[in-house]
């Protein structure tokens, strides 16, 4: 099981590009979580997926942000344009859907720096 | 508003010395706590979890502590060893099945 994959692991991007994160879940898993890290607010939640239907982006911080889960093994959040303060490092995490949080497996990120 | 706060950023401890991590959380309708660890360029990793209907579970070096009526709860390391340096995230859900909600993390410092 080679884990959650999340692509790129860096982005750098000038400001007002647009800019498109990868999530591969877990197989197997319903539901898939999109966190970004920030000093300031820690781990924040975006959105997240059961089922590939999303249940909850009150998280997403404006209308540049939007995500998408086409099938089960694919996720994407895009951010469009992108700005200075998109800077972060997002994670994508899977959990079976009757597991609690002890069940989330997160990838390893991806360090987005908009310029 | 931050329902779950960790309100140090940072804590450094001699090794074989306990670390106290400390987190406190506001929305009373949590019922179930999680630490995750976090190493640099890595996702967070589980860690420990106890549920309302306990005070305490320990496992191994690792001891989380739930104050229901002070809304707060802790992570005891004892003995703490260099290889637990690590931010630690604090996270807390309605119901063992559901999303979390996370803290901001502390940054452990454990000093040979």
């Known amino acids: 099981d080679a884990g959650v994959i999340q692509s790129p692991r860096h982005e750098v991007t000038e400001m007002g590009q647009e800019v498109t994160l990868r999530c591969k879940p877990i197989s197997g898993h319903n539901s898939l979580f999109w966190y970004r890290q920030t000093m300031m607010r820690g781990l924040e939640l975006l959105i997240y997926?059961?089922?590939?239907?999303?249940?909850?982006d009150s998280g997403m911080p404006e209308d540049r942000f939007s995500a998408k889960m086409p099938n089960a093994s694919f996720s994407t959040l895009k951010i469009q344009p992108s700005e200075p303060r998109d800077s972060a490092v997002y994670f994508c995490?899977?959990?079976?859907?009757?597991?609690?949080?002890?069940?989330?497996?997160f990838g390893s990120g991806t360090r987005l720096t908009v310029v | 508003d931050q329902q779950v706060k960790q309100n140090s950023p940072s804590l450094s401890v001699q090794e074989g010395r306990i670390s106290i991590l400390n987190c406190d959380y506001t929305n009373s309708m949590f019922d179930y706590f999680l630490w995750y660890k976090k190493y640099p360029a890595e996702g967070p990793t589980f860690l420990i979890s106890i549920s309302s209907i306990k005070d305490k579970n320990e496992d191994g070096r690792f001891t989380v502590f739930l104050n229901k009526s002070a809304k707060h709860l802790s992570l005891h390391i004892v003995p703490s060893q260099p290889g637990d340096s690590a931010v630690y995230f604090c996270?807390?859900?309605?119901?063992?099945?559901?999303?979390?909600?996370f803290g901001g993390g502390t940054r452990l410092m454990v000093k040979p």
């Open positions: 996270a807390a859900s309605v119901g063992a099945g559901n999303m979390l909600t």
């Open positions: 997926f059961n089922n590939n239907v999303p249940i909850d």
């Open positions: 995490a899977s959990s079976p859907r009757d597991r609690g949080g002890d069940g989330y497996t």
